[in-house]
């Protein structure tokens, strides 16, 4: 096996020593427990963003339902209106 094109038992254990603390120090390299840990996270947000969206999906439909109901009662009564205008107005001639 090799490490940067060189055998890994030509190197000496110094060398492996100061390649694992880079890694360390430069994020590469994390303990289980951590990365055990972010991906317990992520799958947390992952499902409350889930969750969110259906919520938003349900709200979005019962205000389109409540939209067309308004429409409905605002045409039915426009029609009403319009039918005690006309009446009113045959009333007068």
């Known amino acids: 096996m090799s490490l940067w094109g060189l055998e890994i038992s030509d190197i000496s254990s110094s060398s492996l020593l100061g390649v694992c603390v880079i890694l360390i120090l430069l994020g590469r390299l994390v303990p289980r427990s951590t990365y055990r840990d972010k991906a317990d996270e992520t799958e947390r947000w992952r499902s409350a963003y889930e969750m969110e969206r ?3 999906a349900a ?5 389109q339902e409540l939209l067309e109901r308004t429409k409905a009662i605002h045409d039915n009564l426009s ?10 107005s045959d009333a007068e001639s």
Not at 79 to 87: C, S
């Open 54 to 56: 259906e919520a938003r």
């Open 59 to 63: 709200a979005e439909a019962q205000t």
């Open 79 to 88: 029609v009403k209106r319009g039918d005690l205008h006309l009446q009113g």
